[in-house]
Nanobody, 123 residues
Framework: VQLQASGGGLVQAGGSLRLSCAAS????????MAWFRQAPGKEREFVAA????????SYGDAVKGRFTISRDNRKNTVFLQMDSLKPEDTAVYYC?????????????????WGQGTKVTVSS
């Protein structure tokens, strides 16, 4: 299984970015997906998760109402739309996957991880 995250970059506070994570080596529609992030000097943090069918989502408190997770099972890709970005959203963002219908906010629940894409939000 391989996960390739992309879409990170530098954006001003209040701006938007859309991250993508392309998956290969798995039957994508049978895996739940998630995004985590890790800021410098901090532990990795849950951002959002989506069920294998896309009908269930969950979000970390820090991003609720600003970020939206979605997926396209025809393209084996999960997305993270990030709006109203804040400097505290600066982090490396990782996608992760698990072979179950829906997974939660614990890192231990995920079996495979991507390499991360860096997001920097300037004030």
């Amino acid at each position: 299984v391989q996960l390739q995250a992309s879409g990170g970059g530098l954006v001003q506070a209040g701006g938007s970015l859309r991250l993508s994570c392309a998956a290969s080596g798995l039957t994508f529609s049978t895996y739940s997906m998630a995004w985590f992030r890790q800021a410098p000097g901090k532990e990795r943090e849950f951002v959002a998760a989506i069920s294998r069918s896309g009908d269930l989502t969950s979000y970390g408190d820090a991003v609720k109402g600003r970020f939206t997770i979605s997926r396209d099972n025809r393209k084996n890709t999960v997305f993270l739309q990030m709006d109203s970005l804040k400097p505290e959203d600066t982090a490396v963002y990782y996608c992760a996957t698990a072979p179950r219908p829906f997974s939660g906010y614990g890192e231990y629940e995920y079996d495979y991880w991507g390499q991360g894409t860096k997001v920097t939000v300037s004030s």
